[in-house]
């Protein structure tokens, strides 16, 4: 059984396999009781925001991670899914910008995610 933190961690390796785009993960657990950990990342097509959805789901069946459900927004603008202690946002975009999380979660603490995403410029 993994950790919150641990969960959140495969995922965004996931994510970050997948070419996801500005992954970020929020703590909300001092702010929120709906989870411990939101995490944002953003798809460069519908496609693409599917695609990073179904390996992150895959990631954490193999890693005995149940999902709790999965719930898609207008043709896959916007995808949620709900690990228990993560939820998984994926958006294209525009519907990342539109919904604003970020904005909506600012009291969160962002965690620090360099040790976890691979810096290809470097």
């Not at 996801?20 to 909300?28: E, F, H």
């Not at 798809?43 to 179904?54: E, F, I, Q, Y």
């Amino acid at each position: 059984m993994l950790t919150a933190k641990e969960v959140a961690y495969e995922v965004t390796k996931a994510l970050d396999a997948k070419k996801g785009v500005d992954i970020k993960l929020l703590r909300i657990n001092d702010v929120s009781s709906l989870a411990d950990y939101f995490l944002i990342c953003t798809g460069t097509s519908n496609t693409h925001v599917k695609t990073l959805c179904d390996y992150a789901e895959y990631t954490l069946e193999q890693l005995g991670e149940p999902m709790l459900g999965r719930e898609g927004h207008r043709g896959n603008t916007w995808e949620l899914l709900d690990f228990g202690s993560l939820v998984v946002h994926v958006f294209t975009e525009e519907a990342r910008e539109f919904y604003g999380l970020e904005r909506l979660w600012a009291d969160a603490e962002q965690v620090d995610l360099k040790d976890i995403i691979i810096d290809e410029t470097k």
